[in-house]
């Protein structure tokens, strides 16, 4: 259980690593003459799926306990 905790921090690092990482990217095509409106769309959808996946693994971190 513990090497499945230890994994699942790890994973939700990566996560949020790669998601500063559209963020920052997203941020200079946003600003690039020509704009890639495709490419951009593309990677604000990646992020959103990584914003998902981030939710999804801090749930299974810290399961909210009913009161």
Known sequence: MDSN???LSRQLIEFRME??????TID?????VP???LLL???KKR?????DQI???ERELDPQEPA
Not at 19 to 24: E, G, I
Not at 47 to 51: E, G, K
């Open 5 to 7: 905790l230890h994994s």
């Open 47 to 51: 992020r959103l799926a990584l914003r």
């Open 28 to 32: 200079r095509l946003a600003e690039a």
């Open 41 to 43: 769309r593309r990677l």
């Open 19 to 24: 998601h500063a990482d559209l963020d920052a």
């Open 35 to 37: 704009l890639d409106e």
């Open 55 to 57: 939710a999804r693994l």
